[in-house]
């Protein structure tokens, strides 16, 4: 895309970017070392020094710290409702939000720099983390309906994907190196595919690019112990926080014709606006291949905690599936409690946005295609170094495990209800049928 690209920027803009990118370039250095103290503390057990990158507690067994990203998926639906921190107390495991410390700093989310941390949530990080970083298991996934939009300006004589030949659409970058440039990954992705349904290419328009610091991680006031995600995103006020939609205020103050973003999450929140509206929606459109927008959400630990700690891996998945389960049968009530830390307007929005959403994980071909596919374009386009087998990646048997175990226990107890006294079933546990 280099040859279509322009530098959406004023003088200040620039000399505030230079700035930035000399920060990046450090960052740079730095991450490096971090991702290599955060190996070797790992091994020995002990952290990074207060104020490096990477920073993390000291590993410890008897602990399973989790993640999760602002989008629909049952650890967001579990962070509420704890069910997940009952199952690991009843095996005398700590189960915590891994911000909960500070101890910990943001980096974990995003290069999964602890051996005993479960993440859920959005694809590309992941994806970077095991092609290039270390060695993960795919647990699970979970396909939303969300695809993405080309937005333009209500007042903009601008109708369809066609009527922006020659036009400027944004594109952001992230001077922060350490981490995936996630959210240009989606942006570069749905444009690519809006144009060539419009019979279009890159060439038929502008991109203009917009590099910012993405260093909100490192604020101070981000980095106090917080009790969970919702409790991070409160503190950012999240649904009317520019930062996580920077490329607006560039459509609105005319520095691009256009902006992609994300269907009916951040969408319904910009045409609330009255100053805002959409000329196309890969969420309509029946090929799903095409709605793979960091989605579907996975669930993610490291090679370390599937190897030697399987039982914790295994006692993680028992409980989504049960709150899948829950949300499924419930989707109101679980919409209320996603309405606290996702992008949806409210929680009826929610609700519609997650009707027709499985919650229950699963790693069926349909996602492992949608994963594939969103692996492929990351290697095509440089986002990643390395390739890797996705089917191979993914680790079927530990969701199998936690089915298993679940059917064993209802049994167990729907037959201890109904008998005077334990047989040699219940004792030993066995399943008939």
């Not at 009527?163 to 570069?188: P, Y």
């Not at 690019?209 to 999240?238: C, I, Q, S, V």
Request: charged share 25%; with cysteine.
């Amino acid at each position: 895309m280099t040859k279509h690209l322009e530098h959406g920027m004023t003088r200040r803009d620039a000399l505030v970017a230079a700035g930035s990118l000399a920060a990046g370039v450090a960052l740079a250095s730095i991450g490096t070392a971090a991702q290599a103290q955060g190996a070797e503390a790992a091994s020995q057990g002990g952290a990074a020094a207060p104020g490096k990158k990477g920073r993390k507690v000291a590993l410890n067994w008897e602990e399973v710290w989790f993640t999760n990203c602002p989008m629909v998926s049952a650890n967001n639906v579990d962070q509420e409702l704890g069910w997940c921190k009952t199952d690991f107390k009843h095996k005398g495991i700590k189960y915590d939000y891994f911000r909960a410390t500070p101890d910990n700093d943001f980096y974990p989310h995003y290069i999964h720099n602890l051996d005993n941390l479960i993440r859920f949530g959005g694809l590309y990080p992941p994806i970077h983390v095991h092609a290039d970083l270390r060695r993960t298991r795919l647990l699970g996934a979970t396909w939303v309906y969300e695809g993405g939009c080309m937005a333009v300006r209500t007042d903009d004589p601008i109708y369809r994907m066609k009527d922006l030949k020659g036009k400027k659409i944004a594109l952001s970058k992230s001077l922060n190196t350490i981490k995936c440039d996630w959210w240009r990954i989606q942006e570069h992705m749905g444009i690519l595919n809006m144009l060539m349904l419009n019979d279009m290419t890159i060439d038929d328009v502008q991109i203009v690019e917009f590099p910012y610091p993405d260093d909100w991680y490192d604020d101070p006031k981000m980095l106090r112990p917080m009790l969970n995600p919702t409790d991070l995103w409160g503190a950012r006020d999240h649904k009317h926080d520019l930062a996580f939609r920077p490329m607006e205020s560039a459509l609105l103050s005319g520095k691009v014709d256009a902006i992609y973003t994300q269907s009916k999450v951040f969408q319904h929140l910009q045409e609330d606006t009255g100053k805002i509206r959409m000329v196309e929606d890969l969420s309509k459109n029946p090929d799903w291949k095409l709605q793979v927008a960091n989605t579907p959400a996975v669930i993610t630990c490291t090679d370390v905690m599937a190897n030697e700690h399987p039982d914790l891996v295994v006692t993680y998945m028992k409980s989504m599936i049960k709150v899948g389960r829950w949300t499924n049968q419930y989707p109101q009530a679980a919409a209320h409690l996603l309405d606290r830390q996702t992008f949806y307007r409210d929680a009826e929005d929610t609700y519609q946005g997650i009707k027709d959403v499985d919650m229950v994980p699963n790693l069926s071909p349909m996602n492992l295609e949608c994963i594939e596919t969103g692996k492929d374009f990351m290697l095509k386009h440089g986002y990643i170094k390395n390739d890797f087998d996705v089917r191979a990646w993914a680790a079927p048997e530990f969701l199998e495990q936690a089915a298993k175990e679940l059917i064993e226990e209802a049994w167990k107890k729907m037959s201890t209800e109904k008998l005077p006294e334990v047989s040699e079933l219940q004792a030993t546990s066995r399943r008939i049928g």
